[in-house]
């Protein structure tokens, strides 16, 4: 099915390891993001890349990197994982405004 | 920070009964979109609508806008307990920001 795939759906991690979250589109968008999804918080913007070559900071960008491999594909790393970034998190890709947005089904991360 | 609000918080219903919620927001925006989210699972797009549209319908989805009073409102008819789902508005920035912003939505019970 087209869409966004976002790998792994679940993850438990040590405080101060590192880890990739991998996301990848199909639709052949060029915009893509990374949100995290916190309770009572809604989505917050961590980066996004606009177009491939690109990337730019979002809301909550500290302690995370990206990389925008190439049009498909856009990570996102935590180089030394917090308790604070126990979150869910989500990739979206869209063509700018056209037809709205399209995520990925998360990745539920736990930081111990 | 966020720029949509979703108003109430919380909505419970019973089966066959409307659903009204509502999202302001602060600054201008190119267009405002409203998205499902089913518990544990990724956002779905439901409907987008233009700064220069004042109403849109997708089946039992009626989506006002209001940019004079920086409102919009998504009114979900004859409600079925598949329903049941916490619902986002998000908007862009009218300055050349294609960014999606989100509230922190409307979780919606619709009772069998």
């Known amino acids: 099915n087209a869409g966004v795939t976002q790998t792994p759906k679940f993850q438990v991690l040590k405080t101060g390891q590192s880890m990739t979250l991998q996301c990848a589109q199909d639709?052949?968008?060029?915009?893509m993001y990374w949100y995290r999804q916190d309770p009572g918080m809604g989505l917050r913007l961590i980066y996004y890349?606009?177009?491939?070559?690109?990337?730019d900071k979002g809301e909550v960008p500290n302690g995370y990197n990206v990389s925008r491999l190439n049009k498909r594909e856009f990570s996102l790393r935590l180089e030394s994982a917090a308790p604070s970034q126990t979150s869910v998190y989500f990739c979206?890709?869209?063509?700018?405004?056209?037809?709205?947005?399209?995520f990925g089904s998360g990745t539920r991360l736990t930081v111990v | 920070s966020q720029q949509g609000e979703e108003d109430p918080q919380a909505l419970s219903i019973q089966e066959g009964e409307n659903a009204t919620m509502n999202c302001s927001y602060k600054?201008?925006?190119?267009?405002l979109q409203w998205y499902r989210q089913n518990s544990g699972r990724g956002l779905v797009h439901l409907i987008l609508?233009?700064?220069?549209?004042r109403e849109k319908h997708s089946g039992r989805l009626r989506v006002t806008l209001d940019t004079s009073k920086k409102s919009s409102s998504l009114l979900i008819t004859a409600s079925r307990a598949a329903d049941t789902a916490s619902y986002f508005c998000?908007?862009?920035?009218?300055?050349?920001?294609?960014?999606?912003?989100f509230g922190r939505g409307t979780s919606l019970i619709v009772h069998p």
């Open positions: 890349s606009a177009s491939e070559g690109t990337t």
């Open positions: 639709m052949n968008h060029n915009s």
């Open positions: 600054t201008s925006i190119n267009n």
């Open positions: 609508i233009r700064s220069n549209e």
């Open positions: 979206a890709s869209s063509e700018r405004d056209l037809y709205g947005y399209t």
């Open positions: 998000a908007t862009d920035g009218s300055g050349g920001s294609y960014i999606p912003t």
